[in-house]
């Protein structure tokens, strides 16, 4: 069965640090991959997404970028934080074709 | 930017009533879909309606699809406190980058025993 493993769970960073979130799926090939982030109490805006290795669209400015080292792991970075980057970053997946999408258990994320 | 509002964004009920919640888009759509989020937690995919579809149940759950009114609700029969939780639609967009998932700003439903 597919899982898809997400962490770290929760992260607390200063203004202007990096950031690294890590996002993997097994049990499956040539998923599409998905980066959300959800602010508190809203609903959840796409980030990025990923339809194979390498390839990386974007949806969003700012000081965020996401890449595809592997087929099934998706990571999203930043080299400098923003206090505007705190957030619920949910990281997802879904076949080529379907509709359904399987998300992971989310990254908190606090930039103080 | 968002694709879909859902009304009400908050709605609280008793046990054993009957949840009802709606969204609405803006483009054309291949499909819609409804997922559930527990707090703290990732979303759960619950539902999916055609484009060509205007109804459709599961469990006690039952969606319906206007594609003439760009609208859907979701109907949440003989509700338990279980069911608490955020409800969001979802749409895939007609004729564009079909691999997008678009969310709606979600309904916040409390159910009280």
């Known amino acids: 069965s597919q899982t898809i493993h997400q962490w770290p769970a929760t992260l607390v960073q200063p203004v202007g640090s990096p950031l690294s979130l890590e996002c993997t799926v097994e049990g499956t090939s040539n998923p599409n991959l998905y980066w959300y982030r959800q602010a508190a109490g809203r609903g959840l805006q796409l980030l990025f997404y990923?339809?194979?290795?390498?390839?990386i669209s974007s949806e969003v400015p700012q000081n965020l970028s996401a890449s595809r080292p592997q087929d099934r792991q998706f990571i999203l970075s930043s080299k400098k934080l923003l206090l505007s980057d705190s957030g619920f970053y949910l990281c997802a997946w879904r076949l080529q074709g379907t509709g359904e999408l399987f998300f992971g258990e989310g990254s908190r994320l606090t930039v103080l | 930017s968002q694709q879909g509002e859902e009304d009400p964004q908050a709605l609280s009920i008793q046990e054993g009533e009957n949840a009802t919640m709606n969204c609405s888009y803006k483009?054309?759509?291949?499909?819609l879909q409804w997922y559930r989020q527990n707090s703290g937690r990732g979303l759960v995919h619950l539902i999916l309606?055609?484009?060509?579809?205007r109804e459709k149940h599961s469990g006690r759950l039952r969606v319906t699809l206007d594609t003439s009114k760009k609208s859907s609700s979701l109907l949440i029969t003989a509700s338990r406190a279980a069911d608490t939780a955020s409800y969001f639609c979802a749409t895939d967009a007609y004729g564009g980058a079909t691999n997008k998932l678009i969310f709606g700003t979600g309904t916040l439903l409390a159910v009280q025993p």
């Open positions: 309606i055609r484009s060509n579809e």
């Open positions: 483009t054309s759509i291949n499909n």
């Open positions: 990923s339809v194979g290795i390498g390839q």
